[in-house]
C-alpha cells in the first residue's frame, strides 16, 4: 500500500491562499493519477482536483479557477496551490492515487486506491 502524508493546512481568512502538500511513500506518478479530496463536517468525502500520469486535470467546479494542482516527480510531492479561499471550503484535505480515467468519461469519475493518510484540516474564518 502506498502511503501519503498531507501537509500545509492552517487557519486562513476569506479570500487567503494556502498550499498543501502530500508526500507519497513511492514513485507512483508515471502509473497512477493523484487526486484531492476533502471532507467537511457531516458531508461525504469530495474529489477536489486529478492530475493525470499525463498531466491532465480537472477540478470540482466550485474551486475551478481557485484551486491549482502540480506535482514534483523528484520529490515524490503532489500539491494543491488554494487561492481565494471561501469559509465553504473548510474541510479535512486529503491525497490519494486513484483509478484510471476512462475514456470519454470525466476525469472526476475516478475512486481512490488506498488507505487514507491523516489528512490536513484547512479552516478558512474570519
Known amino acids: 500500500q502506498v502511503q501519503t502524508v498531507e501537509s500545509g493546512g492552517g487557519l486562513v481568512q476569506p479570500g487567503g491562499s494556502l498550499a498543501l502538500s502530500c508526500a507519497v511513500s513511492e514513485n507512483i506518478f508515471s502509473i497512477n493519477s493523484m487526486a484531492w479530496y476533502r471532507q467537511a463536517p457531516g458531508k461525504e468525502r469530495e474529489l477536489v482536483a486529478i492530475?493525470?500520469?499525463?498531466?491532465?486535470?480537472d477540478y470540482t467546479d466550485s474551486v475551478k479557477g481557485r484551486f491549482t494542482i502540480h506535482r514534483d516527480n523528484a520529490k515524490n510531492t503532489v500539491y494543491l496551490q488554494m487561492n481565494s479561499l471561501k469559509p465553504e471550503d473548510t474541510a479535512v484535505y486529503y491525497c490519494?492515487?486513484?483509478?484510471?480515467?476512462?475514456?470519454?468519461?470525466?476525469?472526476?469519475?475516478?475512486?481512490?486506491?488506498?488507505?487514507w493518510g491523516q489528512g490536513t484540516q484547512v479552516t478558512v474564518s474570519s
Open positions: 490519494n492515487a486513484v483509478t484510471p480515467p476512462r475514456p470519454g468519461r470525466s476525469l472526476l469519475t475516478v475512486s481512490p486506491l488506498n488507505y
Open positions: 492530475l493525470t500520469t499525463d498531466l491532465r486535470t
